[in-house]
């Protein structure tokens, strides 16, 4: 089992910045990929950042050049330094941890923990 603990969230005028983190804990060496995820009222979840145990990167187009996931392993942390905020940014944000699941010769990542989610609001 693994648990994921974010905090970071809050209330930001449009240009300002978060950092979000999410704390790892428990059977951390199974995961991949930690993932941040947002979802706005009456909108899907969406995927806006990846980094992989070997720090490959990856971000929505809505967000590159704005955010920078990293992490500490050190910390058993990821973060997410949200930059140039957007009141379009509000949300609340979960981070995920990606573990690999086989189905028959199928090989997938699969975002099997979650932790509870903090909200961010970007005012205009």
């Known amino acids: 089992q693994v648990q994921l603990v974010e905090s970071g969230g809050g209330l930001v005028q449009a240009g300002g910045s978060l950092r979000l983190s999410c704390a790892a804990s428990?059977?951390?060496?199974?995961?991949?990929?930690i993932g941040w995820y947002r979802q706005a009222p009456g909108k899907q979840r969406e995927l806006v950042a990846t980094?992989?145990?070997?720090?490959?990167?990856n971000y929505v187009d809505s967000v590159r050049g704005r955010f920078t996931i990293s992490r500490d392993n050190a910390k058993n942390t990821v973060y997410l330094q949200m930059s140039r905020l957007k009141p379009e940014d509000t949300a609340v944000y979960y981070c995920?941890?990606?573990?690999?699941?086989?189905?028959?010769?199928?090989?997938?990542?699969?975002?099997?923990?979650w932790g509870q989610g903090t909200q961010v609001t970007v005012s205009s």
């Open positions: 428990g059977n951390i060496i199974i995961i991949n990929t």
């Open positions: 995920a941890a990606a573990v690999t699941r086989t189905q028959g010769m199928r090989v997938y990542e699969s975002y099997d923990y």
């Open positions: 980094i992989t145990s070997s720090r490959s990167t």
